[in-house]
């Protein structure tokens, strides 16, 4: 399942994030790939420990802490300093899955790839191409959000970036390990917290139906969760 949220970061995020990382150092994308990813890969990131990945990296942390709608999705145990990548001049990723343990490079932090999220930077129109496609049970979807806004696919899905033909495309990309491992779980979780507070806004947070869906949430989410 994709879920799109809208406005992670506001304009006036997005613009500090930019401003930061557009002033930075940027080397070749296969520092952070796998064997086989590095065959795909053609794009420019920032170093992990760079200055400004690790500040603008804060921004977006941040944004997500306070995104109710990720929490849910996402139910994060862990979730991967964020990293930054751009593409320019035909460059694309071609189909790949994303490596399953990943490590911080000089710490002990590891987490589980369970979501892989791609939080766009630049608006859709001041660059061509540059879709995230994700394979999926029905089909390829592709996506092309505007700046600010983030999708976050299941890391066990095949997926690519389109050539980007015309600006450049520039994005915030990270690794969620979830609380509720299984997808089929969370996503089930996902949709009772969605329905639950389309009940609680219309009956109200005391109404014994909203009580009562708000334990079953918690009795699920209690029985399938790791912390
Ligand atoms: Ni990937």
Partial sequence: MLIAIPDVLDAD???????????AEWI????????QSALAKRNAQLPEDSAAAIEAGRIV???LGRSALFVAAALPL???PPLFNRYAGGQAFGTHVD???RVRRGSDFRIRADLSATL?????????GGELIVEGTFGEQSVKLPAGHMILYPASSLHRVAPVTRGTRTASFFWAQ?????HGARHILFDLDQ????????????????????GVYHNLLRRWADV
């Fill in 99 to 101: 490596t399953a343990v």
């Fill in 178 to 182: 979830s609380m509720v491992r299984d």
């Fill in 120 to 128: 766009f930077l630049e608006d859709p129109e001041n660059y061509g």
């Fill in 28 to 35: 070749d994308g296969n520092a952070t790939s796998g064997t």
């Fill in 13 to 23: 995020a997005v613009s500090r994030v930019r401003t930061l990382i557009d002033a």
């Fill in 195 to 214: 329905g639950v507070q389309t009940v609680a806004a219309a009956q109200g947070q005391g109404d014994p139906a909203t009580v009562r869906l708000t």
């Fill in 78 to 80: 862990k979730v991967f």
């Fill in 61 to 63: 942390l941040d944004a």
